[in-house]
């Protein structure tokens, strides 16, 4: 999909996401992963925020989301938080960042719009500390067969009105790219996956 394109669905799905914050569904997988950020923290496709309650105080945040509406919806956010926060809207399959300077990086839910999701990987191999932690929370295909059959039917509306694949193996991108896979947990019928990794 053009990449101006996708933005603008991203863009017009803005107030839905915010609103998911006050309830938002997958709290506690969130709570579950994200509680062990630390240090200088990279999270990529930061959306509204909704990790927002799990980063304690003494964190440095690094939020990077190609959308413009998206952005400000988190910006305004993270002034109910005490960390220190800096916004940067770019795309994550093009932003550079120097070698080796983050702590955490977060992914939740953003693995289903790249173009290239290994390449992405791969690049928060670079942008990790040696010792570093690579967080994850993705979206993708089911271990339920009906279920999976699905998804794949479905993918190519999802990618035409919400600008994400329904059916992508997280496990396999996560096992192709540069990663070291620590742990890795499924819930909700397989299709949510929780991913502990580090450079």
């Known amino acids: 999909m053009e990449r101006k394109s996708l933005i603008k669905k991203f863009d017009k799905q803005a107030n839905k996401y915010n609103k998911r914050r006050k309830n938002d569904s997958a709290y506690r997988f969130r709570e579950r992963i994200f509680q062990d950020v630390e240090g200088k923290v990279l999270e990529v496709g930061i959306g509204s925020g909704l990790n927002?309650?799990?980063?304690?105080?003494?964190?440095?945040?690094?939020g990077v989301d190609f959308s413009g509406e998206m952005m400000k919806v988190a910006q305004l956010?993270?002034?109910e938080f005490p960390f220190k926060a800096t916004f940067i809207k770019e795309d994550v399959e093009s932003v550079k960042f120097n070698e080796s300077i983050f702590d955490t990086i977060?992914?939740?839910t953003t693995l289903c719009a790249y173009q290239n999701p290994v390449i992405?990987?791969?690049?928060?191999?670079?942008?990790?500390k040696p010792g570093g932690k690579i967080l994850m929370m993705?979206?993708?295909?089911?271990?339920?067969?009906?279920?999976?059959?699905?998804?794949?039917s479905l993918d190519p509306?999802?990618?035409?009105?919400?600008g994400c694949h329904q059916d992508r193996n997280i496990s396999e991108i996560v096992k192709k790219s540069s990663l070291q896979l620590i742990k890795e947990e499924r819930y909700m019928a397989g299709c949510l996956y929780l991913i502990w990794a580090k450079p």
């Not at 927002?52 to 690094?62: A, G, I, M, Q, R």
């Not at 992405?120 to 990790?128: G, I, R």
């Not at 993705?138 to 794949?152: F, V």
């Open 106 to 108: 977060v992914s939740s």
């Open 77 to 79: 956010a993270a002034k």
């Open 157 to 162: 509306l999802a990618l035409k009105f919400v």
């Open 52 to 62: 927002f309650p799990f980063y304690n105080k003494d964190v440095e945040l690094t």
């Open 120 to 128: 992405v990987l791969n690049n928060f191999q670079k942008w990790c």
């Open 138 to 152: 993705e979206h993708g295909i089911s271990t339920n067969k009906p279920l999976s059959w699905l998804q794949k």
